[in-house]
């Protein structure tokens, strides 16, 4: 099996593209692929579960079905620290979720070491 990167940097204002990566990184841990997940941008917002639990795009579902689907499958979740920090996302929205904040070499690194990067 590969490693997959989905990077998301659309959140609630544009809805079917930021739920369409968590269904494609949903889809690729069904499949056995190594995920990694990095929220940027607006996309930042995704984390917190008021958004989660009312954002579904058109045709691509739930946000939150597909957010826990690859929590327990353990895809990797980090988000932009320098986004978060711009959004008012804090330590306390990751709490008791397997994400982490990241800076701009985080990123870098994960897209290196992935054999496939996609952007949503």
């Known amino acids: 099996m590969g490693s997959l990167l989905v990077n998301i940097t659309h959140g609630p204002e544009h ?3 930021a739920v369409l ?3 494609v990184a949903k889809t690729a841990l ?3 692929h190594e995920v990694s997940v990095f929220l940027a941008g607006d996309a930042v917002q ?6 989660l639990d009312n954002l579904v795009g058109l045709g ?3 946000a939150r079905e597909h957010f826990d689907s690859i929590v327990s499958a353990g895809g990797r979740i980090y ?4 986004s978060s920090k711009g959004r008012g996302v804090t330590e306390a929205d990751l709490e ?5 904040m990241a800076m ?3 990123l870098v690194r994960l897209a290196m070491d992935s054999d496939t990067t996609l952007t949503y």
């Open 15 to 17: 809805p079917f593209r």
């Open 21 to 23: 990566g968590l269904l």
């Open 30 to 32: 069904a499949q056995g």
């Open 46 to 51: 995704l984390i917190r579960d008021a958004v």
């Open 60 to 62: 691509s579902g739930s």
């Open 79 to 82: 988000l932009s620290g320098m």
């Open 96 to 100: 008791g979720k397997p994400a982490e």
């Open 104 to 106: 701009p070499d985080v």
